[in-house]
């Protein structure tokens, strides 16, 4: 604004001089060298960066810890290394050093801003937040003055707003604080690095604002090690994908505002989203309102969140259908992956469908029993014979194969890798780097054929319930995992074969 109305007054001067008379080519060279410093100062500078600040109440922005779902150890960390901001009292009396940072450490998604603003609120702290690209930029000593502006914003911010603390929020700061000298402009990086280094050592317990930089990466090992030692982040906390019973509080909290059918079942849906992180299950709730009010529907239906799952998982229903032909192919083949899937594992198909979403033409959506983290020879083995059953099935009811099929083999040779790679293969233990490659892609192709036989024997007694699935996918574009269970229970009664 100050700006605005210095340029405009100056322009009118220059006009009023010209009209008396007076030389005005030195105040042209003047302005024009004013406004070429001014743009490759600040313009191609991206402008002078405003950080973004969220206020210290609820209502604008900040959560507290119970709005945050699961995450037990880490808000138990945190809010014990809070306790140094909201007590510093006892912690100067202790002659204890102040904390200085906290880096909480997890994939995308899993609530570290969340905790962040919880951390802000619970201390009653301004809170600052800034990505740690917004830092880096093409000219020397840009980075570092923005770094010491956002240290100077928290504390100004803090004295206006009559608060004792301040808390700095940089997400991805792996961008800012990685390793020194790995960069190609690495002395602008280094630059922004050393006085984030400064700052932190230069906060201190008896400062009128106490500090606190919170930082958030999911690649805590590109961190320059300076970043780590004690004195700076002196906490690091995982965040992690949240496990089941974390998976249903996170549900309940985003469902808590939205009207529910009396079948919605949270532990159910809990148990079918094994590997999703707290947004992915905000997003489920999100959609599965969509999709009611699509539906004209008062309250959401177990069926909408359902279907909520499969959009997050797989994307967006796509308008292009297989033809005839290609689709009974698509049923098949998903109906291989669901028997093979329900044979081995009974309880484990969520539901089979012939929609079309993101880049599948159809898919089988598995149930994990329980969250597990570590997997046996056999459920690897298995896991390759439900990818490789989609193909064998294909085989065994139109007597060939397509390519459909290849990104289930893709999986299925990361799969081998893994047993491979865990000693569990023909191979033994082996060195990855030192395995040749034509050995490595021989035990690959090995472990593959052995499940692809496997498979073969497990379904060719099942041909006509396949072919039976196949042609209710073609009609119906959808078979739940029950109906699948009491279809194949039928059958083995049929056959005098007893359902496990
Ligand atoms: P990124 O690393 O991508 O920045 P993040 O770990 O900082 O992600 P958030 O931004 O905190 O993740 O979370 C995104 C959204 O996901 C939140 O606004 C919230 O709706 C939801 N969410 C994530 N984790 C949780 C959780 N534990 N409890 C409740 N909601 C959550």
């Known amino acids: 604004m100050i700006l605005e109305v210095g340029v405009g007054a100056s322009l009118a001067l220059v006009v009023v ?41 609820k209502s604008s922005g900040l959560v507290d810890f119970e709005q945050i779902g699961g995450q037990y150890t880490a808000k138990k960390e945190l ?127 008896d400062d009128r604002v ?23 982040f002196d906490r690091v906390v995982q965040v992690d994908l949240p496990d089941f019973e974390a998976r249903q509080e996170i549900l309940r909290l985003h469902v808590g505002n939205k009207p529910l059918d009396y079948d919605v079942d949270l532990e159910k849906l809990a148990r079918e989203t094994f590997g999703f992180s707290g947004a992915h299950l905000e997003s489920v709730a ?33 308008e292009r259908k297989p033809d005839k032909e290609e689709l009974w192919r698509v049923a098949v083949h998903e109906g291989g992956h669901a028997l093979a899937s329900e044979l081995q594992r009974p309880g484990s198909v969520a539901n089979i469908t012939t929609t079309p979403r993101g880049k599948a033409l159809g898919y089988m959506r598995q149930r994990p029993q329980k969250d597990s983290y570590l997997y046996t020879q056999e459920y690897l083995e298995e896991q390759i014979a439900i990818m490789v059953a989609g193909a064998v099935a294909e085989e065994l009811v139109l007597g060939n194969r397509s390519t459909g099929a290849a990104n289930d083999f893709a999986q ?27 050995l490595m892609h021989k035990e690959i192709q090995q472990i593959i054929a052995e499940q692809e036989a496997a498979v073969k024997d497990l379904l060719t007694p099942y041909s006509a319930l396949l072919m039976e ?11 739940s995992g029950d109906f699948l269970r009491r279809r194949l229970a039928e059958e083995k009664a049929a056959n005098g074969i007893k359902s496990a």
């Not at 599965?288 to 909520?308: C, G, P, V, W, Y």
């Not at 209710?472 to 078979?479: D, P, R, S």
């Open 17 to 57: 001089l010209a009209w008396q008379g007076v030389n005005i080519a030195p105040f042209i060279f003047l302005a024009v060298m004013l406004g070429l410093l001014y743009y490759f100062t600040t313009v191609r500078n991206g402008g002078k960066k405003e950080f973004t600040v969220v206020e210290a109440n």
């Open 286 to 318: 999100n959609e599965a309102a969509i999709l009611a009010m699509r539906d004209n529907k008062e309250r959401i239906s177990q069926h909408h969140f359902t279907e909520a799952i499969d959009k997050v998982m797989m994307g967006e229903k796509m």
């Open 469 to 479: 699935l196949a042609e209710i996918l073609v009609q119906a574009e959808k078979v």
């Open 79 to 205: 809010l014990e290394a809070l306790d140094f901001i909201r007590y510093p009292e006892r912690i100067a009396k202790m002659g204890i050093r102040p904390l200085k940072g906290i880096l909480l450490v997890g994939p995308p998604g899993t609530g570290k801003t969340l905790l962040a603003k919880a951390a802000a609120a619970y201390t009653d702290s301004v809170f600052l937040t800034a990505g740690g690209s917004e830092f880096i930029e093409l000219y020397a000593g840009v980075g570092a003055q923005r770094v010491r502006d956002i240290f100077s914003k928290a504390r100004s911010l803090a004295l206006k707003e009559k608060k004792s603390s301040a808390i700095i929020f940089i997400d991805e700061i792996e961008i800012l604080g990685g390793k020194r000298g790995t960069h190609t402009s690495h002395h602008e990086y280094d630059q922004t690095l050393n006085q984030l280094l400064v700052e932190m050592d230069g906060l201190s317990v």
């Open 210 to 232: 106490r500090v606190l930089l919170i930082g958030a990466t999911n690649r805590a090992d590109l961190l320059d090690k300076a970043l780590l030692r004690p004195g700076r």
């Open 412 to 438: 299925a040779v990361e799969v081998a890798k893994r047993i491979i790679a865990s000693g569990m293969s023909s191979l033994g233990v082996v060195s990855l780097e030192d395995l040749p490659g034509s």
